[in-house]
């Protein structure tokens, strides 16, 4: 992503207080007066077209079955310098740099939905799609942790990345590699990248069992390396400081790490790390109103609220209660339901606002987690009880159905932002090439400088339509410019679509039950 992660921003801070409404019901009737609809949201096309969107955003050789047509294979030397194979990943937004924490995280938020979700994604066709997404990030960490105590964790530099306005395949910046490794440690790295790949091994246990036993053995290792040589991974690779600057530190990252093993293995080993270095590591301590590429928290606190509901966890009940607790903080403040301005803000139509930067994976991920929570509390019969009212799933999971409907239309712009969905997209997306015509049609070289004067200034909408990605979203006061220049708003990441592959295969599930796609499922306000 472009100059989102030049924004070295405190993560671990509270958002202003909530703008307070003087009269919710006519905020409220406002709200159906301009979104009411008797068109149904298509949540299977939706979950289709974000699928694709990882196929568009592929770094290596593409194979045979690659449906973005308009893209070809790129960075076919990377590591090569280095002596060591790097082909392949993702990129990670519309640049060309393969930064590993951001791709880790999009992977640990693929395979989670498909955990979740893995029914309804099949039942929707898609579960073929979902795999492939996920074993093209777990392919290339295999190759970039080339020993135990080594992690590639970057291909290409931002700075030279960005002088270029190149589509992928003509590639001619700099491919220098970075790595983390005893002397150079990468806590926060490493740990990311083992949860990637423990919740990837749960993903492929049943139906390609050895190569879940390879995830799990690379896991293991990387977590024990992230644990034993502790740093911070921006201090080892300065170069990502301006990008994807670690702030919340390491210790979430090795908490979420233990997590996913404890979740793939069942060993007693990485659950009493959870529950041992609860307090220290800020698992009980840090109450979130984020989650996100950097800060994992909420999700920890989330997934380790479920052991509540297993009998073997009870000697640790007081530390997962802390944990429940803190994980209710974040679902409150995302509901409005908590005190001393410590809720998320809201655009005036409703959507979440952590900040002004790419906020919609802040949206994203906050519908994932509201859904998984929802779906705890139905399966316990539980509520919340927050400082301002008490929560039960319904409203916590139509909260979180506001927030997907708004992204595909439902909102001031009456624009999807989601792009390739619905009838208005954004169709200058900050992005090389889909900004640039394909390299199938034009095979012609396109130089850097050349990009910028051909294609940046354009007024014109994208030659390429990058189907299913989540743009950075509209501003505080619900307005959005489409305009290529506008990388705040225009500019997409691959950790802002991944949460939502479960997402819509849990709301389509739901309507199908439900039987009446015309069915409000309205938000408390």
């Not at 979130?288 to 909420?298: G, N, R």
């Amino acid at each position: 992503m472009e100059n989102e992660k030049k924004k070295n921003l405190n993560h671990v801070r509270f958002p202003k207080t909530t703008r307070f409404l003087t009269n919710s019901c006519v905020f409220l009737f406002s709200l159906f007066a301009i979104f009411k609809t008797g068109l149904p949201f298509d949540y299977s096309d939706a979950l289709t077209k974000s699928l694709l969107y990882f196929e568009a955003q592929r770094s290596g050789r593409l194979p045979y079955n690659q449906r973005v047509t308009w893209r070809d294979h790129s960075g076919l030397t990377d590591g090569l310098e280095q002596g060591v194979d790097l082909v392949g990943g993702y990129y990670d937004a519309g640049d060309h740099v393969k930064f590993g924490l951001p791709m880790a995280f999009t992977v640990t938020m693929l395979s989670w939905s498909v955990i979740e979700f893995r029914d309804q994604i099949a039942r929707a066709g898609e579960l073929e799609h979902a795999l492939e997404a996920i074993k093209w990030g777990t392919d290339y960490f295999i190759k970039a942790h080339t020993s135990p105590n080594v992690l590639w964790a970057e291909v290409g530099d931002g700075d030279t990345d960005h002088y270029c306005w190149q589509r992928p395949e003509d590639m001619t910046t700099s491919r220098q590699a970075y790595k983390i490794d005893e002397n150079n440690p990468g806590s926060d790295l490493a740990g990311e990248t083992a949860a990637a790949m423990a919740a990837a091994s749960i993903v492929f246990k049943r139906t390609n069992p050895h190569y879940a036993y390879l995830l799990l053995h690379h896991a293991k290792q990387l977590f024990e390396f992230g644990d034993r040589y502790r740093g911070k991974y921006d201090a080892s690779v300065e170069v990502v400081k301006s990008y994807y600057a670690s702030v919340s530190g390491y210790k979430d990252e090795l908490l979420w790490g233990a997590m996913w093993l404890y979740k793939a293995t069942d060993s007693q080993e990485y659950l009493k790390y959870v529950i041992n270095k609860a307090h220290c590591f800020g698992g009980t301590g840090w109450a979130m109103t984020e989650f996100s590429w950097d800060v994992k928290y909420a999700g920890l606190q989330i997934m380790v609220s479920k052991w509540l509901m297993d009998e073997r966890h009870k000697e640790h009940r007081h530390i997962i209660e802390q944990y429940k607790s803190k994980a209710e903080y974040y679902i409150c403040s995302c509901l409005n339901k908590n005190n001393n301005g410590s809720n998320v803000e809201r655009t005036p139509a409703g959507l979440l606002h952590i900040r002004q930067w790419n906020n919609m994976q802040y949206v994203s991920t906050a519908a994932f987690l509201l859904t998984i929570y929802s779906g705890y509390l139905r399966g316990s019969d539980q509520k919340i009880q927050c400082p301002n009212g008490v929560l039960d799933h319904k409203e916590i999971l139509s909260f979180a159905k506001s927030q997907v409907d708004y992204i595909l239309g439902s909102n001031p712009m009456n624009m999807s932002y989601l792009v390739g969905y619905g009838p208005k997209f954004p169709a200058r997306v900050h992005h090389r090439g889909a900004s640039i015509v394909s390299y199938r049609e034009n095979k012609g070289f396109i130089g850097c400088t050349q990009g910028y004067d051909n294609w940046y200034s354009r007024k014109e909408k994208n030659p390429n339509v990058l189907v299913g990605a989540l743009v950075g979203g509209p501003d505080c006061q619900d307005n959005f410019r489409d305009q290529r220049g506008n990388y705040v708003q225009t500019e997409a990441c691959t950790y802002n679509t991944a949460p939502l592959v479960g997402v819509f295969a849990n709301l389509l599930e739901m309507e199908d039950q439900m039987g009446d796609h015309n069915q409000p499922l309205v938000a408390s306000y």
